[in-house]
């Protein structure tokens, strides 16, 4: 994990400050892109940003949350950077903005 994320996260929200943030949102986007079910990205960043998917979204889309339970995929920088920005609603904002239009 990079010890910067904290300096960084002050700033507000840029990608590219993000390498492995980046890299691990790709590699979710590509696997969940043509995955059946309805609202595949906001119960993915219900999941990422609060652990928590609606039961709505449990029921149409099974495969999503037996993919995002199973823990097949590394989310660590994901998740750890929603934890560190949690006390910065404009970085928090622009944040999940940014990880929406990349799993959209």
Not at 38 to 62: C, G, R
Request: contains cysteine; hydrophobic residues 35%.
């Amino acid at each position: 994990m990079n010890n910067n994320y904290a300096t960084q996260s002050s700033k507000g929200f840029n990608s590219t400050d993000y390498p492995e943030m980046v890299d691990e949102l790709a590699r979710l986007a590509k696997r969940i892109r043509f995955m059946p079910g309805y609202d595949k990205v906001e119960a993915t960043v219900s999941f990422l940003k609060d652990h928590s998917i609606k039961s709505e979204s449990v029921k149409s889309n099974p495969l999503l949350v037996n993919l995002i339970r199973s823990n097949s995929f590394q989310l660590l920088h994901i998740e750890s950077l929603f934890e560190l920005c949690r006390d910065n609603p404009s970085f928090l904002r622009d944040y999940e903005k940014y990880i929406n239009q990349e799993l959209s």
